[in-house]
C-alpha cells in the first residue's frame, strides 16, 4: 500500500461476517488495493438478499490522517465516510443531517477479527446502536 492508506493494511482480505443482530446477516468483505496501491476497494455481500450489496472505494489525503471512503449499494444508496485504523480499533464515520452514522470495530487475534458496531444519531450528539458486525479472516 502505498501513502495514507498505510495503515489500513491490516484490512486487506477476505473476511466472514456475522452479526448477532441480524444472524441471517451472514456474509462476505473483500478489501484489495486496486490502482497501484492507491486505492482500497471493499466489497461486501451478504447471503440474505434482503441485505444490501455494497462498494466503497478509499482514498487518502496528504493533509489528513484519515481516509474517505465513497460508499455505493443495491438499495441506491451513495454516502462518504472517513475511516481510519489507530492502535487497533478501525473507524468509520460520517456527519449528515439528520443521519449521522459510525462505526468502531476492535482489531484482535494478530489482525485475523474485527469486532464492532454502528451507531447512528439524528442529532449528532444523542448515538444509538445500529447493529454489531463481526468479521473473520479467510486463510
Not at 438499495?75 to 465516510?81: A, E, F, I, N, W
Request: charged fraction near 30%; proline fraction near 3%.
Amino acid at each position: 500500500m502505498t501513502g495514507k492508506l498505510e495503515h489500513l493494511d491490516v484490512l486487506i482480505g477476505e473476511w466472514t461476517s456475522s452479526s448477532k443482530t441480524y444472524p441471517e446477516g451472514r456474509g462476505l468483505m473483500k478489501v484489495a488495493p486496486t490502482e497501484d496501491g492507491k486505492f482500497l476497494r471493499i466489497e461486501s455481500r451478504i447471503e440474505d438478499e434482503r441485505f444490501p450489496v455494497s462498494t466503497q472505494i478509499i482514498g487518502g489525503d496528504d493533509a489528513r490522517d484519515e481516509c474517505t471512503a465513497l460508499y455505493h449499494d443495491s438499495r441506491g444508496v451513495h454516502r462518504v465516510y472517513r475511516t481510519t485504523v489507530a492502535d487497533g480499533v478501525w473507524k468509520v464515520w460520517r456527519e449528515a443531517p439528520g443521519f449521522n452514522q459510525r462505526f468502531t470495530g476492535r482489531i484482535g487475534d494478530a489482525g485475523r477479527t474485527i469486532n464492532g458496531q454502528w451507531e447512528f444519531s439524528e442529532d449528532g450528539k444523542s448515538w444509538k446502536i445500529d447493529f454489531d458486525i463481526n468479521y473473520t479472516k479467510v486463510g
